[in-house]
């Protein structure tokens, strides 16, 4: 089964700062999606970017990017000049692609990481 | 284009009765998926329809069910309420089952409390 795995329960950060959120996985698959998603206080889970296992290049979003390490199994989020509202619980998660059988699996979520930030 | 909706947004029950929750899909999306996030286990899989079958389903027990509608709208049924049930539903939509059309989007959860 896959995992998804978030080293970090919180991290604090100062605005405008840059801050990496970690998230590893472990699958045996070739076909898989990646995501990063935000759950503010108001619970709405938000989708911050996503990732294609099978392109290389690292997928960015204005101020978000990821850091995409397909042998490690490593997906991390960096936010370049945090600001008040990047406060959120932050949970990676993993999807099996078509391709490998999958298709109608569900996201697999890792703990996730509460993002602090100092004004 | 609206966002998922989903209704009720909170819910109290005792244990032992049972509960429908709703989803109302992004228009044009075909695809409904169920999550139950509690502050133990997080976020897990309960189970995705699509074309008004379910074609996945995660590791819960049987008293969690669901079903769609021709329309895409999906509900979700828990029978015989346990506390453990006490959680934060999410739905989420998608377009359809297709390579790069992976991406679910959310509604804002249904918070059920059981008593």
């Known amino acids: 089964a896959q995992t998804v795995t978030q080293s970090q329960p919180e991290m604090s950060v100062q605005e405008a700062e840059t801050v990496t959120l970690s998230c590893t996985y472990d699958t045996s698959e070739s076909d898989y999606y990646l995501f990063w998603y935000k759950q503010p206080p108001s619970r709405q889970m938000i989708l911050v970017i996503r990732?294609?296992?099978?392109?290389?290049q690292n997928a960015t979003e204005n101020r978000f990017s990821v850091n995409f390490q397909k042998a490690a199994k490593s997906f991390s989020l960096k936010i370049s000049d945090s600001q008040l509202g990047d406060a959120a619980m932050y949970f990676c998660a993993y999807r099996i692609g078509l391709y490998s059988g999958g298709g109608a699996d569900g996201l697999t979520f890792g703990k996730g990481t509460h993002l602090i930030i100092q004004p | 284009k609206a966002g998922v909706t989903q209704t009720p947004r909170y819910l109290i029950k005792t244990r032992g009765q049972q509960v429908t929750l709703s989803c109302s899909p992004i228009?044009?999306?075909?695809?409904v998926s169920w999550y139950q996030q509690t502050p133990g286990q997080g976020l897990q899989f309960l189970f995705e329809?699509?074309?008004?079958?379910?074609?996945n389903k995660g590791n819960f027990p049987g008293r969690f069910s669901g079903r769609q509608f021709s329309n895409s709208r999906s509900e979700m049924n828990v029978s015989t309420l346990e506390l453990g049930d006490s959680a934060l539903y999410l739905c989420?939509?998608?377009?359809?089952?297709?390579?790069?059309?992976?991406?679910?989007?959310f509604g804002p959860g249904t918070r059920l409390l059981v008593l």
């Open positions: 989420a939509s998608r377009l359809y089952r297709s390579p790069g059309m992976e991406t679910q989007y």
């Open positions: 329809y699509f074309s008004e079958t379910q074609r």
């Open positions: 228009s044009g999306h075909r695809s």
């Open positions: 990732q294609e296992a099978y392109k290389q």
